[in-house]
């Protein structure tokens, strides 16, 4: 009998649902979904399960697998597909680290208590690197119309970094979007600056990038110039509009308040979630930073989602499609099924004494979600 361990419900769409699990040797596995079965051959397995119908309860069984109803639960629940015809396809990433050489490092927090701290093995090439190359593969299979980089595209914020991380993307073509985050703005204030904030029209949707850096620190804001930029361009949009950046907001219904919080501070988030309240057009608020999965909603601000997306440099090694449609999106964070990435991003699983893995990836209601416009 294989050893399977470590099986996830990675994500769940419209049509498909696609579980992640590893085996101790290279043996064949089922995995079915209902009525339909898939057989992934190990010891890194990506069963992806499709022609299934939407807003549809299926049974889930992945052979040989232990029970684990918060990561394999018996049974999941299609999304419901957005109503009308799709329009288009768009993909983000965030934190993806180019420069980086060690993983699950904290400071000056001594590893053997925080531990373990991660590195390639000798004669490897950089784990940014591999992580990054099999995204970009991946989403050129999905040929989405537009790709946005939420920022912390280095490690350090030099220029040698920034060129490693524009090689790479620039496969991407005129599609590939990108903002700065925290990590690049350490150094040089004036790196990976674009014309921001700036918008992208696409069919169906208009998306707006704002930058929220503050130099030098990892705190982040979103000055009273860019809120105004997109108070205007939500209000003229004939489209819905879909807002990206790279810090994460404060949670604007808790009752304390800190200056020192390293998302978007306390005032600023309560602006964008003002602004957003009255701006029917915005659909969603969606970030990297926190490098994991969690979707927020606020009652004043009509219930749409503030997202943060796991990072692309280590586990779950993920990345977002977005599907829009006429009446709404969906969200489908998909994990890089490359083998070498795989390989990697189980290595990271269980840094910071073991709590990666649940604080990572996050529930698997922030990992796919449908969204009404």
């Not at 009273?224 to 003229?236: C, I, R, S, T």
């Not at 005032?267 to 602004?275: I, P, Y």
């Amino acid at each position: 009998m294989a050893t399977v361990r470590d099986a996830e419900v990675m994500t769940v769409g419209p049509d498909e649902v696609v579980v992640t699990f590893v085996t101790d040797a290279a043996v064949d596995i089922v995995t079915r979904v209902g009525e339909h079965e898939t057989v992934t051959r190990g010891p890194h397995h990506v069963a992806r399960v499709t022609g299934l119908e939407p807003s549809t309860s299926y049974p889930i069984e992945v052979e040989d697998a232990p029970a684990d109803a918060e990561h394999l639960p018996a049974q999941v629940t299609t999304l419901e597909r957005p109503s009308g015809r799709l329009l288009a396809r768009i993909v983000t990433v965030n934190d993806v680290h180019f420069g980086e050489i060690e993983c699950g490092r904290i400071g000056d927090v001594d590893p053997a208590e925080l531990g373990p701290v991660l590195r390639a093995g000798p004669g490897e090439p950089p784990y940014p690197e591999v992580m990054n190359r099999a995204a970009i593969a991946e989403i050129e299979a999905i040929d989405p119309d537009a790709v946005i980089v939420k920022g912390d595209l280095t490690n350090l914020g030099t220029h040698e970094e920034y060129e490693a991380f524009l090689d790479a993307y620039r496969a991407l073509g005129p599609r590939m979007h990108h903002v700065r985050g925290n990590h690049d703005a350490m150094v040089d204030p004036h790196l990976a600056v674009e014309e921001t904030p700036y918008a992208v029209a696409l069919p169906g949707v208009t998306l707006a990038v704002l930058d929220t850096v503050i130099p030098g620190i990892e705190r982040g804001r979103i000055g009273a110039e860019q809120l105004a930029w997109l108070d205007d361009l939500a209000a003229e949009s004939s489209n819905p509009v879909l807002v990206f950046g790279h810090h994460h907001c404060w949670n604007v219904e808790g009752k304390e308040r800190s200056a020192a919080y390293f998302g978007i501070n306390p005032d600023d988030s309560d602006a964008l979630v003002d602004l957003v309240a009255r701006r029917q057009s915005i659909g969603g608020y969606f970030a990297g930073h926190t490098h994991r999965n969690r979707v927020r909603r606020f009652r004043r601000a009509r219930n749409v989602p503030f997202v943060e997306i796991g990072a692309t440099k280590d586990y779950p090694g993920c990345f977002a499609e977005y599907r829009i449609h006429e009446g709404g999106y969906t969200q489908i964070v998909r994990r890089i099924s490359a083998p070498a990435a795989l390989a990697w991003t189980e290595q990271t699983r269980y840094m910071f004494a073991g709590l990666y893995r649940d604080y990572a990836l996050g529930p698997l209601e922030s990992r796919a979600f449908r969204q009404a416009f």
